[in-house]
């Protein structure tokens, strides 16, 4: 049978105030007695029953993060990020995964309310009225990481993805590109996919490029870079592709390697993200780079925050992208 806070205020010879002192870190208690108290917790295995302290302090030392996909190499250095961070403050983690399905994005909303976590991390594709409704119901501080909200809502942390697709177009053009494809992901409220799909078209615009025909609109995986690119070139000339992600960018390499077409001497192709796999595919992506690791950090350092009513001086966030030029683009 599991020890018990009696147990171990018995080994110690204290009261069982004294020991909830210690466990809580409540400077009253003097060091020899605290040793005494620690040693009879290390002795006997004590483990602090999470859900009677959370019940009575109405925190839980645990922090929610639902994330879109697990399966898409985008969202674990985010939540690495987060996690890292999290330790450093003794936050535990726990990750819900929806699949971008809509209702299984709100049921993950009350399923962390139910367990009474101090904070929710929400990674999803939009921040619409449904979503926001979801986030004022739980009652616990929210941090969106990569949907950012422009109305200020809720607390944001990402990058200016209509600028940053906006660039990855020019940086094309720079290389003699004119006939440039765009294989992405847009549907109803997914704000940042939108954002990045209009910054490609209004850098097209500008040169009088844009040609509908080449636009490919399914979701972010490998499979619809493959299936989009190999859409696209059958009655299309074709210089270069943007993609909305590293994924689908490594899966339209593929369809072009299959069809005999080379990459970068023939077609011109650069992805989103830089997930761990761009830069050792061959060849290897060029990527417009968002820092992962420092959105996850960023994002939680800012829940913590607002989860212990500590002041803070901004609630969004916007942080720096860079291209990574590698071997998928012409030098």
Excluded: W
């Excluded at 619809?224 to 859409?231: L, P, Q, S």
């Excluded at 077609?267 to 990527?287: C, E, H, M, Q």
């Excluded at 350092?301 to 002041?311: A, D, E, F």
């Amino acid at each position: 049978m599991a020890a018990s806070i009696k147990d171990v205020a018995k080994e110690a010879n204290v009261s069982i105030a004294t020991v909830s002192r210690v466990l809580n870190d409540i400077d009253v208690v003097n060091q020899e007695t605290k040793q005494r108290v620690l040693d009879a917790i290390d002795k006997l295995d004590y483990r602090p029953n999470i859900l009677a302290r959370s019940l009575k302090t109405q925190r839980s030392s645990t922090i929610g993060i639902i994330i879109p996909d697990i399966s898409n190499s985008l969202y674990p250095e985010i939540v690495r990020g987060a996690e890292d961070l999290a330790s450093i403050y003794n936050y535990n983690i726990m990750l819900c995964n929806t699949d971008l399905d809509k209702s299984r994005e709100k049921e993950s909303f009350n399923i962390l309310r139910e367990k009474m976590v101090d904070g929710i991390i929400y990674m999803g594709d939009r921040l619409d009225k449904e979503i926001k409704a979801a986030i004022k119901s739980v009652g616990t501080p929210v941090v969106s990481i990569g949907a950012m909200d422009d109305e200020g809502d809720v607390p944001s942390v990402g990058i200016d993805s209509y600028t940053a697709a906006y660039d990855a177009v020019n940086y094309l053009f720079s290389k003699n590109n004119k006939n440039i494809a765009y294989i992405g992901y847009i549907k109803e409220n997914a704000t940042e996919y939108k954002k990045m799909y209009h910054g490609y078209k209004d850098a097209m615009d500008e040169e009088n490029c844009f040609n509908e025909k080449l636009v490919y609109l399914g979701s972010l995986k490998y499979e619809d870079g493959f299936e989009g690119i190999t859409h696209i070139i059958k009655d299309n000339k074709v210089d270069a592709v943007l993609c909305g992600s590293d994924q689908s960018a490594l899966g339209v390499i593929n369809a072009l390697r299959e069809k005999g077409i080379r990459v970068p001497e023939d077609i011109n192709v650069i992805g989103f993200d830089n997930i761990a796999l761009s830069g050792v595919f061959y060849p290897k992506l060029t990527t417009v780079s968002r820092p992962l690791y420092d959105m996850g950090s960023v994002g939680m350092r800012l829940l913590i925050k607002l989860v212990n009513k500590i002041p803070v001086e901004e609630t969004y966030y916007r942080l720096p992208y860079n291209i990574v030029e590698r071997d998928s683009c012409k030098k």
